[in-house]
């Protein structure tokens, strides 16, 4: 049964951006300058790069082809596809992992929020160094209310706009804020470089130590390729599904994990100029940018303007994101169980906040729980990325590969890509050498030495 009536983008921009805004966020801001910082920046750039090219693009690209040749939310999907029920419990893993991400999503979110309010406050602005940045970053972990509070109001702002629909939010918001983010970010680059001895951060961003890589480093690159791309879980899927037939999936997914890497690198570069600039230590975990960026702004003219400034856009780069993985929940509940969206955005909302509340917690409260070694916070965010977003988009690329099948694929992904395999035929051929082959290849060999990994975790907890 089609559904005539179900909404698509206003055009081929209207979705590169809103794809760019699920996949733009915190991960690119926050998440990457900081685990390249604990992982031999370079080398970790370097290996991020290649898991982005090898596997996060042949991936989009399945993911936006099913959602459009389907039309439906993760679970339909599949549905849609194979009667095999199997796969409609990897659309269901989806959904799940939707919630786990949004619970440690939202906390980091809060502090973005919360840093608005410090900035305007004029917390920063006797801060001389991150360390300072750091203490005081720190002491504001220690409080839960303050924590707590910022956490609900973010989600409740998500709650917001998907509640009242997203397509003209995500679509024209978008538009306003990543070119504004975009700016902003390339103004604090160049602050950062003009530092002295911001070439100590670069000579880190940029030449790579062979010896730093490790298996580690790998499992982490792509994962994290999964989570800034928003790959494995279903939001690609659920916003291809709203994509017209007349666009092109190649032309449409390299720009966007275009604009994604150099937002990343952009970040990178702004934060590791400036750590080093200051003598600091690149590897300080989740607080990272928390400890660096009030200082930057305290160094320039406006310093407070530009600081509220850019939390504001922090901020509502992680709303586009964590819209996109309650969208996915809600398409699910509206499609297949019939819920009405209203009722859907709210169980969403109430469930992710029940998650979201011990996340919350790690750093204060419950900083001395621990599950597999590690406080809730990490512990979901190592599931969910590392875990669940990997073996969800091995399991999308068997089932292009073996389950559909590469013929089925090619044929719909041909339906607006005409012009773009007529310029660049080598390009179907690489795509389906690598969503059958060495994506699948590359992605269990790293889940295995995860499971490797999570054993010895797990031995150390025991003994
Ligand atoms: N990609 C977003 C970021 O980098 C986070 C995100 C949004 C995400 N939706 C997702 C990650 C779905 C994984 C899956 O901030």
Same mark, same amino acid.
């Given at each position: 049964?089609?559904?005539?009536?179900?909404?698509?983008?206003?055009?081929?921009?209207?979705?590169?951006?809103?794809?760019?805004?699920?996949?733009?966020?915190?991960?690119?801001?926050?998440?990457?300058?900081?685990?390249?910082?604990?992982?031999?920046?370079?080398?970790?750039?370097?290996?991020?790069?290649?898991?982005?090219?090898?596997?996060?693009?042949?991936?989009?690209?399945?993911?936006?082809?099913?959602?459009?040749?389907?039309?439906?939310?993760?679970?339909?999907?599949?549905?849609?596809?194979?009667?095999?029920?199997?796969?409609?419990? /990897?659309?269901?893993?989806?959904?799940?992992?939707?919630?786990?991400?949004?619970?440690?999503?939202?906390?980091?979110?809060?502090?973005?929020?919360?840093?608005?309010?410090?900035?305007?406050?004029?917390?920063?602005?006797?801060?001389?160094?991150?360390?300072?940045?750091?203490?005081?970053?720190? +002491?504001?972990?220690?409080?839960?209310?303050?924590?707590?509070?910022?956490?609900?109001?973010?989600?409740?702002?998500?709650?917001?706009?998907?509640?009242?629909? /997203?397509?003209?939010?995500?679509?024209?918001?978008?538009?306003?804020?990543?070119?504004?983010?975009?700016?902003?970010?390339?103004?604090?680059?160049?602050?950062?470089?003009?530092?002295?001895?911001? &070439?100590?951060?670069?000579?880190?961003?940029?030449?790579?130590?062979?010896?730093?890589?490790? +298996?580690?480093?790998?499992?982490?690159?792509?994962?994290?390729?999964?989570?800034?791309?928003?790959?494995?879980?279903?939001?690609?899927?659920?916003?291809?599904?709203?994509?017209?037939?007349?666009?092109?999936?190649?032309?449409?997914?390299?720009?966007?994990?275009?604009?994604?890497?150099?937002?990343?690198?952009?970040?990178?570069?702004?934060?590791?100029?400036?750590?080093?600039?200051?003598?600091?230590?690149?590897?300080?975990?989740?607080?990272?940018?928390?400890? /660096?960026?009030?200082?930057?702004?305290?160094?320039?003219?406006?310093?407070?303007?530009?600081?509220?400034?850019?939390?504001?856009?922090?901020?509502?780069?992680?709303?586009?994101?964590?819209?996109?993985?309650?969208?996915?929940?809600?398409?699910?509940?509206?499609?297949?169980?019939?819920?009405?969206?209203?009722?859907?955005?709210?169980?969403?909302?109430?469930?992710?906040?029940?998650?979201?509340?011990?996340?919350?917690?790690?750093?204060?409260?419950?900083?001395?729980?621990?599950?597999?070694?590690? &406080?809730?916070?990490?512990?979901?965010?190592?599931?969910?990325?590392?875990?669940?977003?990997?073996?969800?988009?091995?399991?999308?690329?068997?089932?292009?590969?073996?389950?559909?099948?590469?013929?089925?694929?090619?044929?719909?992904?041909?339906?607006?890509?005409?012009?773009?395999?007529?310029?660049?035929?080598?390009?179907?051929?690489?795509?389906?050498?690598?969503?059958?082959?060495?994506?699948?290849?590359?992605?269990?060999?790293?889940?295995?030495?995860?499971?490797?990994?999570?054993?010895?975790?797990?031995?150390?907890?025991?003994?």
């Amino acid at each position: 049964m089609e559904n005539p009536k179900r909404e698509q983008w206003s055009s081929k921009m209207g979705f590169i951006l809103a794809a760019a805004g699920s996949a733009i966020g915190l991960g690119n801001i926050w998440k990457f300058p900081y685990i390249a910082g604990e992982n031999g920046g370079a080398a970790f750039l370097f290996i991020y790069l290649i898991c982005i090219l090898s596997i996060g693009l042949p991936v989009l690209i399945a993911e936006v082809l099913i959602g459009r040749t389907t039309q439906r939310n993760p679970v339909g999907a599949f549905k849609k596809l194979t009667n095999n029920k199997f796969w409609s419990y /990897v659309g269901k893993m989806g959904i799940i992992t939707a919630f786990i991400i949004l619970s440690f999503y939202s906390v980091v979110a809060g502090w973005a929020i919360g840093y608005i309010v410090e900035s305007a406050k004029g917390a920063f602005q006797n801060f001389q160094e991150p360390a300072q940045a750091g203490e005081y970053f720190n +002491s504001l972990l220690l409080q839960p209310e303050w924590n707590l509070f910022y956490l609900l109001v973010f989600i409740l702002m998500s709650m917001f706009f998907v509640y009242f629909g /997203v397509q003209k939010g995500i679509e024209k918001g978008s538009k306003i804020m990543m070119p504004l983010l975009f700016i902003l970010l390339i103004i604090l680059m160049i602050r950062g470089i003009t530092l002295e001895g911001a &070439n100590e951060g670069l000579k880190f961003f940029f030449h790579p130590e062979w010896s730093k890589i490790t +298996s580690q480093t790998i499992l982490l690159a792509l994962g994290h390729a999964f989570f800034t791309l928003s790959l494995g879980m279903g939001v690609i899927m659920t916003y291809g599904s709203y994509m017209s037939n007349n666009d092109s999936i190649p032309g449409t997914s390299l720009s966007i994990i275009i604009l994604d890497t150099v937002i990343s690198v952009v970040a990178g570069v702004m934060i590791f100029t400036t750590v080093f600039a200051f003598g600091q230590d690149p590897a300080q975990g989740p607080g990272l940018i928390f400890h /660096v960026i009030p200082v930057v702004f305290n160094q320039m003219p406006g310093g407070i303007f530009f600081a509220i400034l850019f939390f504001i856009l922090l901020a509502l780069a992680a709303l586009t994101s964590s819209i996109s993985l309650i969208e996915v929940v809600v398409a699910y509940f509206v499609d297949e169980k019939k819920w009405k969206r209203q009722k859907a955005v709210i169980f969403t909302g109430v469930v992710g906040t029940l998650l979201a509340i011990p996340c919350s917690l790690s750093y204060n409260l419950m900083s001395e729980v621990k599950l597999f070694d590690s &406080n809730f916070f990490d512990t979901l965010d190592f599931l969910a990325s590392n875990i669940l977003l990997p073996l969800g988009g091995f399991l999308l690329a068997i089932f292009v590969g073996y389950v559909w099948g590469l013929d089925k694929a090619v044929e719909n992904l041909k339906i607006g890509s005409e012009k773009f395999f007529e310029k660049y035929p080598v390009s179907l051929f690489l795509w389906k050498i690598f969503i059958k082959y060495l994506a699948p290849l590359l992605m269990f060999l790293v889940l295995l030495d995860t499971v490797g990994i999570l054993k010895v975790v797990k031995n150390l907890f025991v003994e």
